[in-house]
T-cell receptor
Framework: GAGVSQTPSNKVTEKGKYVELRCDPISGHTALYWYRQSLGQGPEFLIYFQGTGAADDSGLPNDRFFAVRPEGSVSTLKIQRTERGDSAVYLC?????????????FGQGTRLTVV | SQQGEEDPQALSIQEGENATMNCSYKTSINNLQWYRQNSGRGLVHLILIRSNEREKHSGRLRVTLDTSKKSSSLLITASRAADTASYFCATETGNQFYFGTGTSLTVIP
């Protein structure tokens, strides 16, 4: 596609529920990143994929968070037993190769609200 | 955790004035990038400066990088009301982009 697409744009869920957030990267981009941004803060790294594999998942806050990218394109961020503290904008980005000095393109984000 | 810190946190200027915001970081980097964000949603890439570069220009944007001081600055010249947004620096280290806390810029028409 023309840009990184994230769906849904907004998600409201009840505490304790399971949610899935989807990211469609730019076609041909092998690197994909997930970030989380709380109000008034900068984006916080969650996980980085190179192709199908998670090359770095050190930013995932706990085992309730999981992400997959089974075919090396679309990625899904999964959050189990959601908590109110999970409320944030979840941003996805992709880059051509993930190599040094390459630009990352961001989607518009999914605003998750846990009530 | 975030590596960068932008300064100031908020900046308000008149249209036509120049806006300068600074970014400091903690560790060695491959490059530093500046992004713009409107209304807390998607980030738009503005400019990338490599660790071996000291200054870079793009239109009304001028970025400097001082690796000895681990700092960068973004200058927006002849500001416009449409420049109102949050600006973030992001440092690339290994596989990750680390973002700062951002500068909220308001340009008053």
């Amino acid at each position: 596609g023309a840009g990184v697409s994230q769906t849904p744009s907004n998600k409201v869920t009840e505490k304790g529920k399971y949610v899935e957030l989807r990211c469609d990267p730019i076609s041909g981009h092998t690197a994909l990143y997930w970030y989380r941004q709380s109000l008034g803060q900068g984006p916080e790294f969650l996980i980085y994929f190179q192709g199908t594999g998670a090359a770095d998942d050190s930013g995932l806050p706990n085992d309730r968070f999981f992400a997959v990218r089974p075919e090396g394109s679309v990625s899904t961020l999964k959050i189990q037993r959601t908590e109110r503290g999970d409320s944030a904008v979840y941003l996805c980005a992709s880059s051509l190769s993930g190599a040094m000095n390459t630009e990352a393109f961001f989607g518009q984000g999914t605003r998750l609200t846990v009530v | 955790s975030q590596q960068g810190e932008e300064d100031p946190q908020a900046l308000s200027i008149q249209e036509g004035e120049n806006a300068t915001m600074n970014c400091s970081y903690k560790t060695s980097i491959n490059n530093l990038q500046w992004y713009r964000q409107n209304s807390g949603r998607g980030l738009v890439h503005l400019i990338l400066i490599r660790s071996n570069e000291r200054e870079k220009h793009s239109g009304r944007l001028r970025v400097t990088l001082d690796t000895s001081k681990k700092s960068s600055s973004l200058l927006i010249t002849a500001s416009r009301a449409a420049d109102t947004a949050s600006y973030f620096c992001a440092t690339e280290t290994g596989n990750q982009f680390y973002f700062g806390t951002g500068t909220s810029l308001t340009v008053i028409p």
